[in-house]
Every structure is written in structure tokens, then in C-alpha cells.
């Protein structure tokens, strides 16, 4: 870059963190104004409330919330211009259109920003239309669509900024895509407590799923660490700016994995300018709706029988595939339309399923068992419950206009079919084959996208992002997928150790944990068998290690060296990994699944110490 065109671009950096800093100035006066004005408000209407009558009460008391709602609106504009000062943009396209010839220098912020004299803004937001110029083209013939219309034209110019805390710290020109080197730099750096927003390294084939508008619903098949869940709520934050005349944050819905995941990802949309969509589990809907008074497992209760079952023949693990596959469902969609139609006043939805059972039964005696050692009706069997009362009595969540589902593989063909009745809105569905553990893997994609969502749009990832290229081809090696393409990111090689006992093992993870330089590291997860397994090595290790125990009534993100099952990292990441097994000695596809999950968590290293449980998945 030439000294003068540098010394431009400072010029235009000064100029525009001049401009944030004026309007954020005038709109602190503006805010605490307000607040005094409400504050006298408050007391006048106090100190004459008994010479009022119920009108004036009224008429003052709708004027001091359209006050107080406008101060909300100031407030959240003042926060948007803050983070703008510390980094006001991230990127800028020369674009000279086609039409006319005329020159346009556009600079992309994680917000857009004008000043009250200027036409045109002096940042424009990523989500605009003109943004995606950035991220879909190289130098040369673009072109972008705006609701004007398509307007062509040639991108002429290409730059990255790296500005933090107000200071312009580098940048570059680029002739290409968004520049490997600065997508180096943002993923070699320490993880943080919690997602962040990826606005400035949006790579291509991400960008083209976060603006896809075609499609009603969108299923995005991902490998671990191709960023599906950022992706997905980009997403959500496009979508919100460019269609806020039909959808706000409480039209959206995010199914999530537990509430500890939730909190990891909650800062995200607000870092986007956008307040939190609406959360749940899916397991927060099947207590909210279900007509079932008998007690019943959750999830967790389910993954614990499967984690904890001696061998896939184990009777439990036999009867979560059996009545979790596709065969099942096709099995008791066929008896509910052969049935005359079901009233509720007559009948529950529990009973409808017994008498199912009973006709199973006489074909498949084993697979009529319904409820656990505790007699409580298994998770499997209360899905289909809920499928039951979906199908025949409905339900739906009009106010839902865009549901999105994360770690769709997890779940089965039963919620999914509850969850197409249930909302009636467009789709984005993401998910990890890879990371499947009960489904029926080669078969359930295909089924879902033919049967249950035919209108959607599969997409795939196949880049990782997340961890260095030694650590993601041996998470490859295990599950035996050459199709995953690291990004080329060079780190330590994993440190796998086998032991003859779990006193050795212990004393591995704890020489390997000490041993982590967390001056360096903002996160660290020790990952175990299971949550008793997880306690054992939490109270050995919390003797001399600041470490947090994370079980699944955890709900806060926090960091640190955090010690948890490997199944409830799923969707974490953290800069290091200490896979732990002490106790299993039996190898078969759950336990292979488990393990590749755990292992995909480790951003820059990967240690593996194990009593024998790895050794097929390791040679």
C-alpha cells in the first residue's frame, strides 16, 4: 500500500471515530436528560396523584412509558455506537457501478453508521445489501441485489482493517477472498468465555448460507469446527435486519442443546445489535405441552442408559434404536390411520400408545417395555407420545416465524415430525452427521430431507475452522471421514497416552492440566465418561488446580479449567482438551462417536490419556 493511500485511509479512520464520538456525546446528553425528565415525571405525578382523576392518571402514566420505551431505544442505539468506536469497521470494497460510472468507497462495520448531514453513511452495516460484495467476490465483475433491483459493477479495490479499542492496528489490500492471513490471526488467538460474532471473517461459503433467502427451510449439514452454529445465528441477525417490517427477536425461536449452550452463544446477537431471540430445549416444550401425568425421562436420563450400557446389544440400547428409527415411526403412523379419528375428551395420548404396544407386543414382545427400573415411561417412548398428541389433537406456535434447530442430530424422526406440525414457519436446521450416536446415520438425512422437510435445501461444510490441522486430521483419522478439509492452521501434534490403570490416567490429566499455560489460555475442559467419572477427577484435581465441576444443571458459561461428561461439550469449544477414560473397556460406534466429539472440542491442543478404551480408533 503507498505512503499517500495509507495516509488516506487514516484520514478517513480519524474522520469517522471523530463523527461516532460526537453522536455518542450528544446522545449521552439525550439519555440523561431523559432520565431526569422521567425522574420529574415520576415525582409530579407522586406528589398530585390524589388531586387527579383516573384520566390524567392514565395520560400520565402512557406518557412515562412512551418516555421511558424511547430511552430504551436511545440506550440500545448508544451501545451499537460504543462498540463502533472501538471498532468502527472492519473491511472495505471500491465498487464502480456498471450504469453510470460512479465511484463508490463502502466500509463494512459489524453496525452501519451516518451522520445526521451525510446522504450516504460513513459505515455501511455487514448485512446490507451492498455489504455481501465483500464476501462474494474478488476484485473484478460483481454484482449485488438490493430491493431496487440487481445493480452490476467491478470491484476495484479490496481492504481489511484490524482496528481495536479505537486504534488502527493493521491494513491490507486483497485481491482475493476475505485474506487467510487475517483469518489466521483471529483463529490463533485465545478463545473466549463465549462465542463471539464472526462479521469480519465470514467466509464465502458461509456467507452464501447466511443470506440464502430463497429457501424456506434450510438444512445445514456441517463438520465440527465449520462454524454452523455462529452461521446460523449471523443468520438470524441478517434476517432481522433485512426483513424488520414482518420479524423481530420475538418471532424467533433457537432450539438449543441445554442452557448451558444457550449461554455460551447469548452474546452474540446483542454483539450483532440485536437483542436475544427466544430459547428453548426441546425438552422445554414436551413439559410445556404434553397431557402425560405419569412421571417420564428427559434426555439426559436416556443418554445416561446409553453411555452407562455394557454393549450396543445392551436390552435398553436395542429398544432406544429400535423405537428411535424410522421403521418405528412408519410402524405407528400406519396403526394411528388405520384408527378412526382420536377425541380428546375420550382418550389420552398415553393410551393410544399402550394400545399400540399391546399389538407390538404379539410380533415384538421385547420392544413393548415402555418404562425404566424407576417406572418411569423411557424418552424414547414418551417421543412418540407427544407425536401422538401433535398428530391427533395439534398444537402450533403461530407467533414463531423462523424456528431454528441446532444439533438436529441428536434428534430422532419423531420430534422432527412434532416439530414440522408444531411450527408451520421457515427453517434453518444444523447439525453433524458425524456426531450422530443413536440415529440411523446413512439413512435418517436422506429420510428427513424426502419425508419430513421435502421443501428444504441441503447444504454442507466441509472446511473446518476451529482447530489446527494435526488436531483436526487426527479427529478425521478416528471417525474414518477424508472428507473433511482442515483449514491450514499448524499446531502441536495430540498427546495420546495409554495406561495399565485409572490411577495413572489421573495422574496424567493432572500433569497435563498443571502443566497448561492459562496465563495464555482462556479455557480449558477436561472431558470424561460420564458425570461420576467427571466428579471423581474434579475433586482429585480441585486439591491443587483452580478447576469448575460442569454438570447438566449448569447454566452458566464461565471460564477456565472446566471438567465435564464429553457429551455435554457438544457445541463448546476451548483453547485446550484433556480427554479422560478411566473405566471402559468395551469399543463400538457410541463409544467411537463419544470420542471424536470430545476430541473436535480442542482448539490449539489435544491430549488423550485412556485406560484401553481407544485403541481401535487410534491406529
Given amino acids: 500500500m503507498q505512503k499517500e493511500e495509507r495516509e488516506q485511509e487514516l484520514a478517513y479512520f480519524d474522520h469517522t471515530e471523530q463523527k461516532i464520538k460526537e453522536q455518542v456525546k450528544a446522545l449521552r446528553t439525550v439519555i440523561e436528560e431523559g432520565n431526569k425528565k422521567i425522574k420529574e415525571q415520576k415525582q409530579f405525578v407522586w406528589d398530585n396523584s390524589a388531586d387527579m382523576d383516573e384520566e390524567e392518571l392514565l395520560e400520565n402514566k402512557n406518557s412515562l412509558e412512551q418516555d421511558v420505551l424511547l430511552l430504551e431505544f436511545y440506550g440500545k442505539n448508544l451501545a451499537a455506537l460504543e462498540r463502533l468506536e472501538q471498532t468502527p469497521y472492519f473491511g472495505k470494497v471500491g465498487f464502480t457501478y456498471e450504469e453510470n460510472g460512479e465511484h463508490l468507497p463502502v466500509y463494512i462495520g459489524v453496525n452501519g453508521f451516518r451522520p445526521k448531514e451525510r446522504k450516504l453513511p460513513l459505515v455501511y452495516d455487514w448485512r446490507a445489501p451492498i455489504s455481501s460484495l465483500y464476501y462474494a467476490y474478488e476484485k473484478g465483475p460483481a454484482k449485488y441485489q438490493a430491493p431496487e433491483g440487481t445493480f452490476q459493477g467491478v470491484i476495484d479495490e479490496k481492504k481489511q482493517f484490524q482496528i481495536r479499542e479505537g486504534k488502527m492496528q493493521y491494513m491490507l489490500d486483497t485481491d482475493l477472498r476475505i485474506d487467510d ?27 452464501e448460507i447466511i443470506r440464502n433467502a430463497a429457501e424456506e427451510t434450510l438444512v445445514i449439514d456441517g463438520c465440527a469446527g465449520s462454524g454452523k452454529t455462529v452461521i446460523a445465528l449471523h443468520r438470524i441477525a441478517w434476517l432481522l435486519y433485512n426483513h424488520r417490517e414482518r420479524l423481530n427477536t420475538q418471532n424467533v425461536m433457537i432450539l438449543s442443546p441445554n442452557a448451558f449452550f444457550s449461554d455460551y452463544i447469548a452474546e452474540v446477537l446483542p454483539e450483532l445489535g440485536e437483542d436475544n431471540c427466544i430459547e428453548k430445549e426441546f425438552d422445554d416444550l414436551l413439559a410445556d405441552m404434553l397431557f402425560v401425568e405419569d412421571p417420564y425421562e428427559f434426555k439426559g436420563d436416556q443418554i445416561h442408559a446409553v453411555l452407562d450400557a455394557k454393549n450396543m446389544e445392551a436390552e435398553r440400547v436395542r429398544r432406544i434404536r429400535y423405537k428411535s428409527s424410522i421403521s418405528y415411526f412408519k410402524c405407528l403412523d400406519a396403526y394411528l390411520k388405520q384408527r378412526p379419528k382420536i377425541s380428546m375428551g375420550e382418550e389420552r ?8 404396544l399391546r399389538e407390538l407386543e404379539k410380533e415384538l414382545p421385547q420392544m413393548a417395555v415402555y418404562q425404566n427400573d424407576r417406572k418411569e415411561i ?27 434447530i441446532d444439533e438436529m442430530q441428536d434428534y430422532n424422526v419423531f420430534q422432527f415430525a412434532v416439530l414440522k406440525r408444531l411450527f408451520a414457519c421457515p427453517k434453518t436446521i444444523l447439525g453433524d452427521k458425524n456426531q450422530v450416536l443413536l440415529s440411523e446415520k446413512p439413512t435418517f438425512l436422506g429420510y428427513m430431507l424426502s419425508h419430513v422437510f421435502p421443501e428444504a435445501k441441503l447444504l454442507s461444510l466441509t472446511k473446518s475452522y476451529r482447530s489446527t490441522k494435526e488436531i483436526t486430521e487426527f479427529c478425521s483419522h478416528i471417525i474414518g471421514d477424508t472428507g473433511i478439509v482442515p483449514f491450514e492452521r499448524e499446531g502441536k501434534e495430540p498427546v495420546v497416552k495409554k495406561e495399565r490403570s485409572r490411577a495413572a490416567v489421573l495422574s496424567d490429566v493432572q500433569n497435563a492440566v498443571a502443566e497448561l499455560d492459562m496465563t495464555k489460555y482462556r479455557t480449558a475442559a477436561v472431558l470424561c465418561r460420564n458425570e461420576v467419572e467427571a466428579l471423581f477427577v474434579y475433586d482429585s484435581l480441585k486439591k491443587d488446580l483452580p478447576v469448575t465441576l460442569i454438570k447438566e444443571t449448569t447454566t452458566v458459561y464461565c471460564e477456565g479449567i472446566l471438567v465435564m461428561p464429553a457429551y455435554f461439550a457438544k457445541g463448546l469449544e476451548f483453547d485446550a482438551v484433556v480427554v479422560c477414560d478411566m473405566g471402559r473397556e468395551t469399543e463400538n460406534p ?24 481407544f485403541d481401535a480408533y487410534l491406529k
Avoid at 462417536?593 to 473436535?600: G, L, V
Wanted: with cysteine.
Fill in 378 to 404: 423411557c424418552y424414547e417412548d414418551i417421543l412418540a407420545v407427544f407425536y401422538i398428541q401433535v398428530r391427533c389433537f395439534g398444537g402450533s406456535f403461530p407467533q414463531i416465524r423462523h424456528l431454528v
Fill in 349 to 356: 395420548p398415553l393410551h393410544v400408545y399402550l394400545r399400540f
Fill in 590 to 613: 457410541i463409544t467411537r462417536q463419544e470420542f471424536y466429539i470430545a476430541c473436535t472440542r480442542a482448539l490449539h491442543e489435544l491430549f488423550v490419556f485412556h485406560k484401553g478404551s
Fill in 181 to 207: 492471513d487475517v483469518l489466521q490471526r483471529e483463529l490463533g488467538e485465545n478463545h473466549g468465555s463465549k462465542m463471539k460474532q464472526i462479521a469480519a471473517t465470514i467466509q464465502k461459503e458461509q456467507n
